[in-house]
Structures are given as C-alpha cells and as structure tokens.
C-alpha cells in the first residue's frame, strides 16, 4: 500500500501489524502530512497502582504518534530516541496523542507530541514529549 495514496489507511495497517498496539487498545484517528492523531481507551491492565495510566504506557503513546506522523513524511522509520514529561497523573476515559514532525531531514526525523487524557468530553493535558527517529533504508511496508 502505497502512504501517499491512502496515509490514514497504510498508517492504519502498520497499526494493525503491531502486536503491542493492538493489545493497548491503540486506534489511528487521523493522519495528515507531517501530523497523526492516535488514541487509546482507558482499562485496567494499562494502569499503576495508584490507578494512573502507566508511564511506561505514557512513553509507548508518544513514541507511536511521534513515528506514525514521521512516516507520513519520510516512510518507514525506527526510534533512536525519545522523552518523555509526565505533567500531572494521567486519568481518564481516553488517552489521545497528538504529534508533528518537527524537521525532516534524509536520515533523521524529529517530532514532538501532546498526549491528553478525556473524560466527561474534557481534555487535560497530562504528558509531552520528543522522539528522534531515524528512517529505515530496508524498504517500505506492504
């Protein structure tokens, strides 16, 4: 499937090849150049303790909305490193992601993302973040 023709359908199938994503819940909701907005629901297992969304989880939000807006850019690419700032405990029905590529070179991408909590039809802002990726010369996803 080609990214320039359908981009919110191949981001969608790369969605659906992950494992980890599937399990999380993880939904692509909107993919525009250089821009992707994902999102996932609330459960038990994605939770700590104290009943917060898991910063592990947190990281893996940031870091898969930061590489889907890449790939609409660049294609296939793989974290080299990303950063996570935790705001304010995450609670909430929905957890939404949104990330912008920051600058698109030959070799590396830089993004940045907001992640948000929802509940009762309200959005906090609970998380940033940063990752750097770099793009994958072996070839594109089919």
């Not at 698109?104 to 940045?112: E, P």
Request: charged share 20%; glycine share 12%; aromatic share 8%.
């Amino acid at each position: 499937m080609d990214t320039a023709a359908d981009p919110l359908a191949f981001t969608r199938s790369l969605n659906g090849k992950a494992a980890f994503n599937r399990w999380c819940g993880i939904e692509v909701d909107s993919v525009d150049p250089g821009r992707v907005q994902i999102s996932m629901p609330w459960r038990g297992e994605v939770g700590q303790y104290a009943g917060f969304l898991h910063a592990g989880l947190i990281g893996a939000l940031i870091d898969t909305a930061c590489g889907f807006a890449a790939v609409s850019v660049v294609g296939l690419v793989l974290a080299s490193h990303y950063g996570v700032n935790c705001l304010r405990p995450a609670v909430g029905e929905r957890f939404v992601a949104r990330a912008r590529v920051i600058k698109a070179g030959k070799t590396q991408v830089f993004t940045a993302c907001e992640l948000f909590a929802v509940a009762g039809g309200q959005e906090k802002l609970v998380a940033t973040g940063e990752t750097l990726l770099t793009v994958d010369k072996r070839g594109t996803a089919a």
